[in-house]
């Protein structure tokens, strides 16, 4: 099940650099940079279905103010902000260097509570990231008498052996309740 899950999301990505690829040449951009326009169209998609799908988004407000077909917002936002362009390739060399996934860019909104458009969308670290939103915990064990704060959800799992599914399914319960 796994293998045939990254054998599509490899297959996706490869057709994804093919149309950054055409967008690119067809748009004279440096072809040399298609895996940081990859990866930035990739985030446009997932920006918009967000805005379209997500309870807390669609609740806020919040929209996808460039052009509704990403290919086209890819080119809408290499030409219009170029210094925001140059932030998210400089930030994709960056991961290419490493592999870490703490060093992948990532599609920020400079305000949270702002939209996806031009003076709002700034590129970062996927670490940098995560940090703004994680949230600090605090667990009281009234077993053993024993508190335990930690920085996120995420050092919490890796410290107390929690599957990470399971605070997924948590989280989801929760949401399915907001909505009702």
């Keep these: 099940m796994k293998q045939q899950q990254e054998e599509t999301a490899r297959s996706k ?15 004279g951009i440096d072809l040399s940079l298609v895996e940081a326009g990859r990866t930035l169209y990739q985030s446009f998609i997932q920006a918009k279905d967000r805005t379209k799908k997500d309870p807390y988004y669609i609740k806020k407000g919040i929209k996808f103010n460039f052009n509704k077909k990403p290919s086209l917002a890819l080119i809408e936002v290499i030409n219009g902000d170029i210094a925001f362009w140059q932030g998210w390739f400089k930030q ?35 670490g940098e990231h995560k940090q703004e939103h994680a949230v600090p915990l605090l667990i009281i ?25 399971k605070i997924d399914a948590v989280r989801a319960s929760k949401k399915d309740a907001e909505k009702e």
Aim: proline share 4%; net charge negative; charged share 30%.
């Design 13 to 27: 990505q490869k057709e994804q650099a093919r149309t950054v690829s055409r967008l690119f040449a067809k748009h």
């Design 92 to 126: 994709q060399a960056i991961f290419d260097k490493t592999g870490l996934e703490d060093d992948r860019p990532t599609l920020h909104r400079l305000d949270p509570d702002g939209h996806y458009e031009f003076g709002n969308i700034g590129a970062l670290p996927w």
């Design 141 to 165: 064990d009234t077993d053993n008498l024993t508190i335990n704060s930690y920085e996120s959800i995420t050092k919490m799992v890796d410290a107390e052996g929690i599957k990470q599914h």
